[in-house]
């Protein structure tokens, strides 16, 4: 059906107001292809007598039903072109289309007359690019609304949507633009479900049966008013409409339930639990008075109920007025209307196009400038654009649909987000879109749920989750290939499981093995698996470091781990040889006394020398020769921590698979000469114990727990050196994106608050034998008196030992000399006075001794000697001799 209708009007206000809500109601309310509103100046009107605005309106209406005028592009090219033949006359704007499809082709026209095309209804955000330079969108862009639906999956912490949507220039741009703001968000659209413009029910049907094995719950409807419905209605007999499902419907849905005046129970409760948009108009006077004369004309049209009205009228109406404002505009400021001719266009012989009779609008770039820059007040709010031709203060009305019709849960604005308060009234505040200032009512989910469903499911596919775990060869007690029901046990299975047990629904679950037994597989190759769709999850000693964390998501880390360096702890012969060295009789203040004084004294002397030089460097600080033959109480390696390591050119052990190779090549420029991978615990040992000049290693580079094992399994003949250098931790690794993660993370803190992982641990991990890890203070390595207490002991004792038998020596020796000098002197004397003589007796003994340690051993030797023979010599010849003649001579 084609409506002329030729308005002729003096002031547009008076005349135009009824008549215009009335046609332009019409249109809306019945199934309309196109709306077109063509202004043309008549060729005879004195330009000069506009008062304020006289102007011929030409208004063609386009209906019919769109299954079948949208079932080729060949019929909608046709349909085309009446409003093309009305443009043949002399154009200075254009209103419409109703849809962004026939948008797209009309804007050339526009581009090529310069003709400013406006739109109240045509939502596709590209119709605003630069491409179309004479497109005015009057309503606002589904740019806004994509956002505002990319913000409420945030608001609800979803992280994957799934997008339903009429396959055409509408639904793809504007999904287009749902991806862009859901990645800003860290979330996706996981599946995009498209249908054909008027697609039966049995597409439909398909479509979201297909939908309906994907993982994600979340539901965007991005579709066309005609076949809107019928999705809910294939949803409701396919058992999507049920708890744990979320349907988002686009502004679509309310433009259908408000143009109804009475809305059909039926439809209701196939619609409870939908969250829809809409955009936003705030409640005015003028809108009210606008609804009540709409309401009247109808009723007397129609001779029964109303009918509804929805935003797009008042966007139309406003359309026309703003068109109306700027011409009254364009004139007060002294412009006019000139037309000329394109020699781009050609005759067309055959076609009902007669494109050489379109004129160029030459002020069409100063007359889109005018409306461009109007700001007034119209039934849809403040009309003024911004500098890319939207609307400004863009907002939407958040509704929930249950048994009662639609019921808003909040607004939204790109000023301050989500608010339970109109978004006029916080536009005198700054913008605020943080998290903490978001607000909406309670939802009424489907299935008539208060709480929000997580927004995902197992696909209903059959098809488990598919887990990838490290075939070790080493460690096995973390994880490792088994026969048991799982086929894998360990450490970091158990506390998967119990994280599993604590997800408030089923997860099932298949673990696959991955290596080949032989050698520890790649870590890294299989955090590739998982980024590569080939594992959903993997699970075991998987570090968390940054280059993992940019292909795929990690749960919280359930154990930490970070790398250190172990060495040797324990004396041998370089030690000794110091010690040794030590020992040696070298500048100090009793080298002369030992190599002087006899051989018995020697050891006695020499031990005070060890003394006096430990004394020395201990208390003068001078001790790096100590240092570095005690660094980490008595190491045979002299390395101190990775510093010392990377100054070094000896080799360095690290583990098969592990990121340990990657990090010190990558990041600590070691080259991969110096670094050898080590399969399992015996060659670590191996490789330590001959160390690197005997084609073993000076260090090893691994993760804490491993180090912690291998210390325990020597019967800790070694320890680390220096403090760990990464700060990471164990976790388990999920595709980007996977709602499970967050579940996971949470069950993960859960059983660290229940004090279930230490649990785990001590089944797994206790060792034999507790070693003491690491000394990482400084003050640690400082050399103290405490550092050489057994070598202190062991000159005490020594000293003891030595001074008592030197002690006992001397007195023999003083004891027998007096002997010899006494012989058989008459003590006459001794027994004058007892008392005077026994203190000269102690007297002259005491000086006896003193007198005995001040002479040499060889000097009492030849004494004893040369005694010993005279009285010899004397006994043969008289039978005694005195022993002071002796010493005499």
Request: with cysteine.
């Amino acid at each position: 059906m084609e409506l002329l209708v030729v308005i002729r009007a003096g002031l547009v206000e008076k005349v135009f107001q009824e008549t215009l809500l009335l046609l332009l109601g019409h249109a809306l309310s019945t199934s309309v292809l196109s709306l077109l509103m063509i202004l043309s100046l008549e060729e005879q009107l004195n330009r000069r007598l506009w008062r304020p605005l006289t102007t011929l309106m030409l208004i063609r209406v386009f209906s019919g039903e769109p299954s079948s005028i949208l079932s080729s592009m060949t019929q909608t090219a046709v349909d085309l072109l009446a409003p093309w033949e009305v443009m043949e006359n002399k154009v200075v704007a254009a209103i419409g289309p109703q849809y962004s499809g026939i948008g797209h082709i009309i804007s050339y026209v526009a581009n090529e007359l310069h003709v400013p095309l406006l739109s109240f209804a045509a939502t596709d955000p590209t119709l605003s690019s630069l491409q179309f330079p004479y497109f005015l969108r009057t309503t606002q862009n589904d740019y806004f609304q994509m956002n505002s639906i990319a913000d409420f999956v945030s608001y609800f912490r979803w992280r994957e949507v799934v997008a339903i949507f009429v396959d055409d220039e509408y639904g793809r741009n504007g999904i287009s633009v749902l991806g862009d703001a859901l990645a800003k968000k860290r979330a996706k659209i996981s599946y995009k479900a498209a249908f054909t413009p008027g697609a039966d029910n049995s597409s439909i049907t398909d479509v979201l049966a297909s939908v309906n094995l994907m993982e994600s719950r979340i539901f965007v409807v991005h579709v066309n008013p005609d076949s809107g419905l019928n999705i809910f209605s294939a949803a409701k007999s396919l058992g999507m409409m049920g708890s744990g499902y979320v349907w988002i419907a686009t502004d679509w849905l309310l433009t259908a339930l408000d143009s109804v005046e009475t809305m059909d129970p039926k439809t209701m409760d196939l619609l409870q639990g939908v969250v829809a948009f809409r955009h936003y108009i705030p409640e005015s006077n003028n809108k009210r008075r606008f609804k009540g004369r709409w309401k009247n004309l109808r009723s007397k049209e129609s001779s029964g109920g109303a009918d509804g009205f929805n935003s797009y009228a008042m966007y139309a109406y406003d359309t026309v007025w703003l068109v109306a404002r700027a011409l009254e505009v364009f004139f007060s400021d002294g412009n006019t209307v000139t037309f000329s001719s394109d020699p781009n266009l050609r005759k067309t012989n055959d076609s009902n196009i007669k494109l050489s009779a379109l004129n160029v609008f030459n002020e069409g770039e100063r007359f889109l400038q005018v409306i461009h820059e109007m700001n007034y007040t119209g039934l849809t709010g403040q009309i003024e654009f911004d500098s890319e031709k939207n609307r400004k203060n863009p907002a939407y009305d958040i509704l929930n649909i249950n048994n009662r019709g639609p019921q808003r849960v909040g607004y939204w604005s790109n000023h301050t987000g989500f608010s339970v308060e109109p978004p006029e009234t916080l536009y005198s505040k700054p913008p605020n879109t943080s998290a903490e200032h978001q607000r909406l009512n309670g939802i009424i989910w489907p299935g008539e749920v208060t709480k929000p469903p997580r927004g995902w499911a197992f696909p209903d596919n059959g098809e488990p989750l598919k887990i990838g775990v490290p075939h070790r060869v080493s460690y096995k007690n973390y994880v490792s290939k088994d026969n048991n029901s799982l086929g894998v046990k360990g450490y970091c299975i158990d506390i998967f499981e119990a994280a599993i047990q604590l997800i408030p629904y089923p997860v099932p679950r298949t673990y696959i093995v991955y290596g080949d037994g032989r050698r520890n597989p790649s870590y890294d190759n299989l955090i590739s698996e998982v980024a590569a769709n080939n594992f959903d999850v993997a699970v075991g000693d998987v570090t968390i470091v940054t280059n993992r964390t940019k292909f795929v998501d990690f749960t919280q880390p359930f154990m930490e781990s970070g790398l250190v360096v172990p060495s040797f702890g324990f004396l041998n012969t370089a030690l000794m040889k110091s010690f040794v060295d030590l020992l040696g009789v070298k500048s100090s203040p009793f080298s002369g006394l030992a190599s002087q004084r006899c051989s018995s004294l020697r050891v006695f002397f020499s031990l005070l020398n060890v003394i006096y030089k430990l004394s020395f460097l201990i208390f003068r600080g001078e001790h790096g020769d100590l240092t570095s033959i005690l660094t980490v109480q008595q190491l045979t390696s002299r390395i101190e921590g990775m510093d010392s390591l990377i100054a070094s050119n000896e080799p360095i052990g690290v583990q098969d698979g592990a990121f340990a190779y990657k990090y010190l090549v990558n990041e600590l420029n070691i080259p991969p000469s110096r670094i050898i991978s080590l399969k399992d615990e015996e060659e670590y040992l191996s490789a330590l114990q001959l160390g690197p000049r005997a084609g073993g290693v000076a260090a090893i580079v691994d993760k804490f727990p491993y180090i912690k094992a291998l210390l325990s399994n020597s019967n800790c003949k070694f320890r680390t050196v220096g403090p760990e250098f990464t700060r990471t931790g164990w976790g388990f690794a999920f595709q980007r994106d996977s709602p499970l993660a967050v579940d996971m993370s949470t069950a993960i803190l859960q059983l660290s608050d229940e004090g279930k992982l230490e649990n785990i641990r001590k089944k797994w991990l206790t060792y034999s034998h507790e070693c003491s890890m690491q000394i990482a203070d400084t003050e640690n390595y400082q050399i103290t008196v405490q550092s050489f207490w057994g070598l202190f002991l062991i000159c005490g004792i020594v000293w003891f030992i030595v001074l008592t038998l030197f002690c006992w020596k001397v007195i023999w020796q003083c004891q027998r000399l007096r002997t010899e000098e006494e012989g058989d002197e008459v003590r006459a004397s001794e027994e004058a006075s007892s008392s005077r003589a026994g203190r000269s007796l102690r007297a002259a003994s005491f000086k006896d001794l003193i007198r005995v340690v001040d002479k040499r051993e060889t000097e009492i030797k030849e004494m004893l000697k040369l005694k010993s023979s005279k009285k010899l010599k004397a006994s043969q010849s008289s039978g005694e001799t005195p022993l002071e003649n002796s010493l005499d001579t």
